[in-house]
């Protein structure tokens, strides 16, 4: 049991990103305590910058040390949860090594999507634009933002530059492309969004893409619980509600940025403090573009170039989930034919399973072996055979072909894990 507890922290960075982020955490919140005259720096860390009465904020540089304190405390908090998760399905003895590292990775997806969908979608049902994509350009360029908002936005930048992080100091997997494209794009459009207050549109992309990412570990860790038919029908209504978030809801976004801007942002440059049009020459220099990024009270502007930026890089966004759904829709027909799903993302997780099992370890409770999930064992707590659909491996029953492909078809989507 030891040794398998030792298999979560065999990589390096695991241990550091425990040790590092809560010993910054600890370090800042120590000084904080002890040291008064530092509390208006390190307050930053930890508070929304900015406030404007009335529970209404606006954007500024310091807004990146809170994004940067919740950054590390993201990177705890994820490492933590893994860490307990790991700990508690080995003493249970439910799964295979790497299935468990896999297992604990998905149980901290499932719970930080559901918060953050949860929290966005309550902050969506009481906005202005809730069914209205066209009242999302009506306040611009205001600077204004509910304190809410806010904080829910600055997080969610926090948690996809953890993910950024996370893809380069873990151990690459073979989609590892394709996930570093997403979320430095997703990162990126994130603060063009919010340097040049578009944090509403952010709001509601952000909120497409929540409610399909937490369907998808859920849907995992039934698979690494053997739950096959739960695990199934999991995955259809993942499949069903990525097709209407993510092509329906999101391109009909897309073509409100086409079609109301201008008509309802109209074009043009505004001064960042009176949100007045900006008619002086001289403050419209070749640097304007850059100017929100550095200084929101600067001089602020919308054309076309700025608008084609903006929506490329979120019909970027759209290429990508197009290319994971046919990726997806390829293995779940080939499954529906009979034939092998042969699933590049789950490779890596298959390879290390299979050398598991050329290297069997005993199990004190049956003296036989742990492999891939599965249970060699003599004893009365053998593991319980493993359910595909409506059937059952073992004891010389009937196996539907293609159900043993189930796990490659659950593993083939642009998600971690």
Not at 18 to 34: G, K, P
């Amino acid at each position: 049991m030891a040794v398998q507890h030792e298999q979560l922290f065999r990589n390096w960075t695991t241990r550091r990103q425990l040790v590092v982020s809560w010993s910054l955490i600890a370090t800042v919140a120590t000084v904080h305590i002890l040291l008064p005259s530092a509390r208006p720096s390190t307050r930053l860390f930890y508070e929304l910058s900015y406030h404007k009465g009335e529970g209404n904020y606006v954007q500024g540089s310091n807004d990146a040390f809170f994004v940067a304190g919740w950054l590390v405390l993201m990177t705890a908090i994820r490492a933590t949860i893994i860490a307990s998760i790991y700990q508690f399905v080995t003493q249970l003895a439910l799964m295979s090594g790497q299935a468990r590292i896999r297992f604990a990775e998905q149980s901290f997806l499932l719970i930080y999507y559901v918060i953050s969908f949860s929290v966005g979608m309550h902050l969506l049902m009481e906005s202005s634009y809730w069914l209205n994509f066209a009242e999302l350009w009506s306040s611009w360029p205001s600077r204004k933002i509910s304190g809410q908002l806010k904080w829910y936005y600055l997080v969610q930048l926090s948690f996809y530059l953890q993910q950024v992080a996370a893809v380069n100091f873990e151990k690459r997997r073979k989609d590892y492309a394709q996930m570093f494209t997403h979320h430095v794009v997703t990162s990126s459009l994130m603060f063009i969004a919010y340097a040049y207050r578009w944090t509403n549109i952010g709001h509601v992309i952000l909120v497409i893409m929540d409610s399909v990412d937490f369907l998808l570990p859920l849907a995992k860790m039934l698979k690494y619980l053997h739950y096959e038919v739960a695990c199934t029908a999991m995955f259809v209504a993942f499949l069903a509600t990525w097709l209407v978030a993510r092509h329906g809801i999101y391109v009909s976004l897309c073509w409100s940025i086409y079609r109301d801007v201008p008509g309802v942002m109209s074009y043009g440059c505004y001064s960042g403090a009176t949100e007045e049009l900006e008619t002086d020459p001289n403050r419209l220099g070749s640097w304007r573009y850059a100017e929100p990024f550095f200084d929101q009270t600067g001089t602020i502007c919308l054309d076309r170039s700025v608008k084609w930026v903006f929506l490329g890089l979120l019909l970027m966004l759209q290429v990508l989930s197009m290319v994971w759904f046919v990726m997806i829709i390829k293995v779940a027909l080939g499954m529906l034919n009979g034939g092998e799903a042969n699933d590049t993302r789950s490779g890596d997780e298959d390879e290390e399973e299979e050398k598991e099992c050329k290297a069997p370890r005993p199990t004190a409770k049956t003296n036989g072996t742990v492999c891939a999930g599965k249970a060699r064992a003599s004893g009365s707590d053998a593991a319980p055979p493993r359910q595909n659909g409506y059937f059952q491996r073992g004891g010389g029953r009937i196996r539907v072909p293609g159900s043993r492909d189930r796990k490659e078809l659950i593993g083939r989507v642009g998600c971690n894990g």
